[in-house]
């Protein structure tokens, strides 16, 4: 069965101090509930300091991007080897914020998910479509582009280990969360396909995370859904008891 996955993304905040209390304190979560993985994605500069506070706890600590190169002329990017040296056992990729602020795109994502399992990370590929794409109803052929081009080239056993993080573009930062049951059909869509592009065994063992305004409050609700298995978790993650409710309360939806 799948392990539920709850992640929190810190995205470019705090300070090196308070990166290393939130830190400190969700390893205690993480400890406590260790039926989910529970983890965290501090600023690159912090990597060390967090994973550090990290050691002998199950918190998983993760970066938020790398460059798919793993050494070389690549001003002011971090290569996959450096996250490895520094701790990190995954590294999100292709988050909204990089494909629409920095203009990333699904030939570069694709390169880097294929790049961080060579290099040992677990990658989290975010998917998702923008307001006007699902108002236009084109939410399944968004997430289908994101979904197969971000897999592309991978054999069975490497897409197996990624994780997918669907995140309506709409629902990230605007406290606008999916409802679950919109949240559960595209997360179907996405197994489904998986299944064609693989096969059922494998769309089965593959994690999909929501993420957009996951809060303590509606946790619950979408990790209850029977393909929801874990979360993203930006703005609510930067506090531990808020972070920790989250879990808690997906822990709870799983039976755990
Ligand atoms: P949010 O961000 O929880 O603040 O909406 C989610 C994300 O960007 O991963």
Not at 23 to 32: S, W
Not at 67 to 86: C, I, N, Q, R, W
């Amino acid at each position: 069965m799948r392990k539920p996955f709850i992640c929190g993304n810190w995205k470019m905040n705090l300070d090196r101090a308070s990166a290393v209390t939130l830190a400190q304190a969700t390893a205690k979560t993480a400890a406590r509930l260790k039926g989910v993985d529970v983890g965290v994605c501090p600023p690159a500069p912090y990597l060390e300091a967090v994973a550090a506070a990290a050691n002998g706890s199950p918190l998983i600590v993760g970066a938020q991007n790398m460059y798919f190169e793993p050494s070389g002329a690549f001003t002011g990017e971090v290569a996959g080897p450096m996250l490895k040296d520094l701790g990190c056992a995954c590294v999100i990729l292709g988050h909204s914020e990089r494909r629409h602020v920095f203009g990333e795109t699904d030939d570069l994502v694709s390169k880097k998910v294929k790049a961080a399992l060579g290099f040992g990370l677990v990658p989290i590929l975010c998917v998702g479509e923008l307001l006007e794409e699902r108002e236009a109803g084109r939410t399944e052929a968004v997430v289908r582009r994101h979904v197969t081009k971000g897999l592309e080239g991978l054999a069975k056993a490497q897409a197996e280990q990624v994780v997918i993080a669907y995140e309506p573009v709409w629902a990230i930062g605007t406290g606008r969360t999916a409802t679950p049951q919109q949240a559960q059909e595209v997360h179907a869509f996405i197994r489904g396909l998986l299944a064609d592009l693989y096969d059922p065994r494998t769309a089965e063992a593959v994690r999909i995370q929501y993420g957009g305004s996951v809060k303590p409050d509606n946790s619950r609700d979408l990790m209850s859904q029977a393909d929801i298995d874990g979360a993203l978790v930006g703005g609510a993650s930067l506090k531990a008891d808020t972070f920790a409710a989250i879990v808690t309360e997906g822990a709870k939806a799983k039976g755990l």
